[in-house]
């Protein structure tokens, strides 16, 4: 051969070494994995192009790079996997964490195998990586789903079990047993398994729903009472479902979950509600419960008495303004707003409730918030009493304490009024007894008898006077009836032509002809005499007398009016002694201030008053106000 065929065959060796290196480089870059070749020196001599986009890397960076200066990390345990690898031993796959860009975990699978030159020489390793971040995360998941399904199941009381049909063999596990208060060692065929049920329902109910599965392929879920090893009485839910295969019955697979706190619970709570609305049902008060938008969720059965149901039915769900008037049903709204919103409590409250029916019930009610676990009011709790009577019965005794007021005052007054003129007359008659004793001469004598004479008939007109006071004030069961008022006046006129005429007086009635009153007739007879006579008595000396009377409406009375022209009377002056006994006003020698007191008594004996207007030398006007109601 000679020296240029050498030279040329050297020449493509060399050549085809080129191609060759050229070629494992882009196989490499094509590699599907993350693949990086390192030599002895842990440098990165050739890596896939799926390397250098898995971990962010650019190409100026990586080659002839230390694989631990990349990851920026010095890992002994890394380091002796390799070195192992570079005497031929590859390692077992392991797995790291790697933060990406974001700074979040991504995991890694690692593979370590020796590299191998042509000659079969060790000259470094070749480093896979997977990405298995996606499969790590469904792992970590599944593993604390597992846990928390433990914790729960342990928690919660709730056991898994099964029945092998080719054993005939159950299997329990460790939260089934401790339910069943069993060692580890038991041997559970079915009949065992069934055996641990109460007898009668729970047993019956069991070993059917068994035979429902196992025949009919039908699941189940019961609430039934077990008996366990050492004897207690537990309820449980128990649920299964049979296993096939091929249509063909394999076994059954269950849980039972022991709920005998929470029955027991639900017992005593019940029990409570049953004491608790006993006792609110037989409350002698008002309670309901209102949500926030004042429905009532609550009633008790005195509430539902007085909305005038048979049952809580026909109440709840609704609000006031179902029952009440629209202006009563919004100031209970608007005071449930603001127990609501301020947390305030309103207690002993006095509330008058109107029904759509027009009837009045006066209560004394509290209302309460109720608030959940954060403070926040869900509604509140009414409470109500009934104190209508008690307001009648209140009214009643301020109304007799008023009378008796009243009568008191009047007695004081009567008793001043007897006393003092009883003194004067006394005084007087002793005064002329020791004047007529003393005197010599019979014309003076009988000068004093004549005065002894006139003493005696005023004694006998102030007793009179005083008798009818008296009668007044006793006469308060006179049954009053109706009268022709017109008429009465009329007649009362008639009574006093002659007087009338005598001074030249005008009486004009001015009342309806069919106008009727409730009186005591006796009494208005005086009354009109008394008023149309004074109205007479005191006249204006510059003109005739006129008396206009007439009658109108107001309220719950019949007024009668007596207008004169006369003398009028200075009520500043005099405005509250008017009515006083022996109160005279006028110079007039017929004066005796009693007709004005007797007229007053008599008008309040049938319950009605007297007012009265008045100008000097003007005239006056007496309303007389007559009850209608009692």
Same mark, same amino acid.
């Given at each position: 051969?000679?020296?240029?065929?050498?030279?040329?065959?050297?020449?493509?060796?060399?050549?085809?070494?080129?191609?060759?290196?050229?070629?494992?480089?882009?196989?490499?870059?094509?590699?599907?994995?993350?693949?990086?070749?390192?030599?002895?020196?842990? @440098?990165?001599?050739?890596?896939?192009?799926?390397?250098?986009?898995?971990?962010?890397?650019?190409?100026?960076?990586?080659?002839?790079?230390?694989?631990?200066?990349?990851?920026?990390?010095?890992?002994?345990?890394?380091?002796?996997?390799?070195?192992?690898?570079?005497?031929?031993?590859?390692?077992?796959?392991?797995?790291?964490?790697?933060?990406?860009?974001?700074?979040? #975990?991504?995991?890694?699978?690692?593979?370590?195998?020796?590299?191998?030159?042509?000659?079969?020489?060790?000259?470094?390793?070749?480093?896979?990586? @997977?990405?298995?971040?996606?499969?790590?995360?469904?792992?970590?998941?599944?593993?604390?789903?597992?846990?928390?399904?433990?914790?729960?199941?342990?928690?919660?009381?709730?056991?898994?079990?099964?029945?092998?049909?080719?054993?005939?063999?159950?299997?329990?596990?460790?939260?089934?047993?401790?339910?069943?208060?069993?060692?580890?060692?038991?041997?559970?065929?079915?009949?065992?398994?069934?055996?641990?049920?109460?007898?009668?329902?729970?047993?019956?109910?069991?070993?059917?729903?068994?035979?429902?599965?196992?025949? !009919?392929?039908?699941?189940?879920?019961?609430?039934?009472?077990?008996? &366990?090893?050492?004897?207690?009485?537990?309820?449980?839910?128990?649920?299964?479902?049979?296993?096939?295969?091929?249509?063909?019955?394999?076994?059954?697979?269950?849980?039972?979950?022991?709920?005998? #706190?929470?029955?027991?619970?639900?017992?005593?709570?019940?029990?409570?509600?049953?004491?608790?609305? &006993?006792?609110?049902? #037989?409350?002698?008060?008002?309670?309901?419960?209102?949500?926030?938008?004042?429905?009532?969720?609550?009633?008790?059965?005195?509430?539902?008495?007085?909305?005038?149901?048979?049952?809580?039915?026909?109440?709840?769900?609704?609000?006031?303004?179902?029952?009440?008037?629209?202006?009563?049903?919004?100031?209970?709204?608007?005071?449930?707003?603001?127990?609501?919103?301020?947390?305030?409590?309103?207690?002993?409250?006095?509330? +008058?409730?109107?029904?759509?029916?027009?009837?009045?019930?006066?209560?004394?009610?509290?209302?309460?918030?109720?608030?959940?676990? =954060?403070?926040?009011?869900?509604? /509140?709790?009414?409470?109500?009493?009934?104190?209508?009577?008690? !307001?009648?019965?209140?009214?009643?005794?301020?109304?007799?304490?008023?009378?008796?007021?009243?009568? =008191?005052? !009047?007695?004081?007054?009567?008793?001043?009024?007897?006393?003092?003129?009883?003194?004067?007359?006394?005084?007087?008659?002793?005064?002329?007894?020791?004047?007529?004793?003393?005197?010599? @001469?019979?014309?003076?004598?009988?000068?004093?008898?004549?005065?002894?004479?006139?003493?005696?008939?005023?004694?006998?007109?102030?007793?009179?006077?005083?008798?009818?006071?008296?009668?007044?004030?006793?006469?308060?069961?006179?049954?009053?009836?109706?009268?022709?008022?017109?008429?009465?006046? @009329?007649?009362?006129?008639?009574?006093?032509?002659?007087?009338?005429?005598?001074?030249?007086?005008?009486?004009?009635?001015?009342?309806?002809?069919?106008?009727?009153?409730?009186? +005591?007739?006796?009494?208005?007879?005086? /009354?009109?005499?008394?008023?149309?006579?004074?109205?007479? !008595?005191?006249? #204006?000396?510059?003109?005739?007398?006129?008396?206009?009377?007439?009658?109108?409406?107001?309220?719950?009375?019949?007024?009668?009016?007596?207008?004169?022209?006369?003398?009028?009377?200075?009520?500043?002056?005099?405005?509250?002694?008017?009515?006083?006994?022996?109160?005279?006003?006028?110079?007039?020698?017929?004066?005796?201030?009693?007709?004005?007191?007797?007229?007053? =008594?008599?008008?309040?004996?049938?319950?009605?008053?007297?007012?009265?207007?008045?100008?000097?030398?003007?005239?006056?006007?007496?309303?007389?106000?007559?009850?209608?109601?009692?």
């Amino acid at each position: 051969m000679s020296y240029n065929h050498i030279t040329l065959v050297g020449k493509y060796d060399k050549m085809l070494k080129k191609d060759l290196k050229l070629t494992n480089n882009y196989l490499i870059k094509q590699l599907p994995k993350a693949t990086a070749f390192i030599n002895k020196k842990y @440098e990165v001599i050739h890596a896939s192009d799926q390397w250098i986009n898995s971990f962010y890397f650019d190409n100026n960076d990586v080659f002839g790079k230390s694989i631990f200066t990349l990851f920026n990390e010095n890992n002994k345990d890394w380091k002796i996997i390799l070195k192992n690898c570079f005497i031929g031993q590859p390692s077992e796959l392991f797995t790291t964490k790697i933060k990406d860009q974001n700074n979040n #975990n991504q995991w890694f699978e690692w593979s370590n195998i020796p590299w191998y030159d042509d000659n079969e020489n060790v000259i470094g390793a070749i480093i896979q990586a @997977e990405n298995i971040t996606s499969r790590t995360i469904d792992e970590l998941r599944l593993k604390k789903l597992e846990t928390i399904l433990q914790e729960k199941s342990e928690i919660a009381k709730i056991g898994t079990w099964g029945f092998d049909a080719t054993t005939q063999k159950g299997n329990w596990c460790n939260i089934t047993k401790e339910i069943h208060e069993i060692t580890d060692d038991i041997d559970l065929p079915l009949d065992t398994m069934i055996n641990f049920y109460k007898d009668g329902f729970s047993r019956n109910r069991i070993s059917m729903a068994i035979h429902n599965a196992m025949m !009919k392929g039908v699941s189940w879920s019961e609430k039934l009472q077990i008996t &366990t090893a050492n004897g207690a009485t537990k309820w449980v839910v128990s649920t299964g479902k049979p296993i096939y295969k091929n249509d063909e019955f394999q076994g059954l697979l269950g849980t039972i979950h022991d709920i005998d #706190n929470q029955v027991h619970s639900k017992i005593k709570t019940k029990e409570n509600e049953h004491l608790l609305k &006993t006792l609110i049902d #037989n409350l002698p008060l008002n309670v309901y419960i209102k949500d926030t938008e004042s429905r009532k969720i609550l009633v008790n059965k005195a509430e539902c008495e007085y909305m005038g149901v048979n049952s809580p039915d026909e109440i709840l769900g609704k609000d006031d303004f179902d029952f009440f008037q629209k202006e009563v049903a919004q100031n209970f709204r608007k005071e449930d707003i603001g127990v609501i919103k301020s947390l305030k409590p309103v207690l002993g409250k006095e509330t +008058i409730s109107i029904k759509k029916d027009g009837s009045t019930t006066t209560f004394l009610t509290s209302k309460i918030p109720l608030t959940d676990n =954060n403070g926040d009011a869900y509604g /509140i709790v009414g409470i109500s009493t009934d104190i209508t009577h008690l !307001k009648q019965k209140e009214e009643e005794l301020r109304d007799l304490i008023n009378v008796t007021s009243l009568q =008191n005052k !009047k007695l004081i007054n009567f008793a001043h009024i007897v006393s003092h003129n009883l003194r004067s007359h006394t005084a007087n008659f002793s005064m002329l007894l020791d004047f007529l004793v003393n005197e010599k @001469e019979e014309t003076e004598k009988e000068s004093i008898l004549n005065m002894l004479r006139n003493a005696s008939d005023n004694l006998l007109d102030t007793l009179d006077n005083l008798n009818e006071v008296v009668a007044i004030s006793s006469n308060t069961n006179l049954d009053k009836t109706p009268i022709n008022l017109n008429g009465k006046v @009329e007649s009362v006129k008639q009574n006093l032509s002659a007087y009338i005429k005598k001074n030249n007086a005008t009486l004009i009635n001015e009342i309806p002809k069919n106008a009727e009153i409730k009186v +005591i007739p006796a009494y208005v007879d005086s /009354i009109f005499m008394n008023f149309i006579t004074n109205s007479v !008595k005191y006249k #204006n000396p510059d003109k005739d007398p006129v008396i206009k009377i007439s009658m109108s409406k107001k309220d719950n009375y019949s007024v009668v009016s007596i207008t004169d022209n006369g003398l009028g009377i200075d009520l500043k002056k005099y405005g509250n002694k008017l009515f006083g006994m022996y109160k005279t006003f006028h110079k007039h020698k017929d004066s005796r201030g009693i007709g004005l007191y007797i007229t007053k =008594n008599q008008v309040e004996a049938m319950n009605g008053k007297i007012t009265v207007s008045s100008k000097v030398n003007k005239g006056t006007t007496f309303n007389i106000y007559f009850n209608e109601e009692d």
